[in-house]
């Protein structure tokens, strides 16, 4: 992404789940969003392309790393999660519902809820069976587990985050790269999940491969703060050294110099479960929370805006030149989807 950081602040909004359902859900229910401040903002975008698809991938990219790499999620999320730098290779490990679709397994949308009591049960069960390997579960939050050991540094394993395979079938989206092994160990797994009376977690979904001793550089410089309510976001200040914003709209941001990223990702879940009610619904909030605002200040001079589906593009938003009247004053949903 190239920025003038010299110039006027510049807000980035990556929120996956945007376009990616639309064209289905015009097709199958007559689906008509509505969004009219996001259309005006990318009346006149110019469209850059992306060698990445899918939330946590475009942030790594953005922040300078490589396009065909792991991406180290497990590294900085750790260091969120416990203050501290994991010192064996690592990868998430995050506690998830497998349900049995029609020809397909599926990962199921919304994250199992379990207690903290749950969670070490369940840490103690597995635990038990990963030593034989060499491997060790550690969780400080219920939903958010690491899987620790030498054999996740394998320079060949490859993963999927967990955000692109919520709602899909799973099995083209396990890990690669010494698969067998894999493959063999969350089949274990899932059959120690299955004795245990917690009935809300049957899986585990590990993504992010993490190598202390061999981490990418990323971009630390040029970014004003990450803002969001999620737990990416945070992840995402820690791993740039950049500042937290826990904004619920544009309001809450401070704005000074710098690139702005905001990560929306209330749409993800609507997206990915076939819900266009809850998506409309979100899409209200974030309308009058971040969009309208982002129209004014952009027409105002006050700031530029990027937009990011998180689909393999980025939309850089441009205010209609006041003489070219003639110009559509919106873009069509067809145009950005």
Not at 123 to 149: F, K, T
Not at 227 to 248: E, F, K, R, W
Not at 250 to 275: H, N, Q, W
């Amino acid at each position: 992404m190239s920025i003038d950081l010299s110039a006027k602040p510049h807000i980035s909004f990556i929120i996956p789940g945007l376009l990616q359902p639309l064209p289905l859900w015009r097709k199958d229910f007559a689906f008509h969003p509505h969004a009219g401040h996001l259309l005006r903002l990318c009346a006149n975008a110019r469209v850059e392309t992306l060698p990445v698809s899918g939330l946590e991938n475009t942030l790594f990219h953005i922040c300078g790393h490589p396009a065909d790499s792991e991406i180290p999620f497990a590294y900085y999320r750790y260091l969120l999660d416990f203050a501290a730098l994991p010192e064996q290779p690592l990868m998430c490990a995050d506690p998830v519902f497998l349900q049995s679709g029609v020809d397909q397994v599926l990962l199921r949308a919304e994250p199992p809820q379990i207690s903290q009591q749950e969670m070490e049960t369940l840490l103690v069960l597995l635990n038990r069976h990963l030593a034989e390997d060499g491997l060790q579960l550690v969780a400080r939050h219920p939903r958010r587990w690491y899987l620790l050991g030498a054999r996740v540094a394998s320079s060949s394993l490859r993963t999927i985050p967990i955000s692109q395979a919520l709602g899909q079938g799973v099995f083209p989206l396990l890990p690669q790269g010494d698969k067998r092994y894999w493959h063999r160990l969350l089949n274990e797994i899932q059959m120690l999940l299955h004795t245990s009376n917690i009935p809300a977690v049957n899986a585990l979904w590990l993504w992010g491969a993490s190598n202390p001793a061999s981490l990418p550089p990323l971009q630390k410089g040029g970014w004003g703060g990450f803002s969001g309510l999620t737990t990416t976001a945070q992840t995402l200040a820690v791993a740039t050294n950049s500042q937290y914003q826990p904004a619920t709209s544009l309001a809450d941001c401070r704005l000074e110099s710098g690139i702005y990223p905001i990560i929306l990702e209330d749409l993800l879940i609507p997206s990915v479960s076939d819900d266009p009610y809850a998506w409309q619904q979100v899409m209200h909030t974030l309308e009058e929370n971040w969009f309208a605002p982002a129209l004014a200040g952009m027409k105002s001079g006050k700031f530029s805006v990027s937009l990011t589906p998180c689909d393999g593009r980025t939309l850089h938003c441009q205010p209609s030149p006041v003489w070219k009247f003639w110009q559509n004053k919106a873009a069509s949903w067809e145009q950005l989807s």
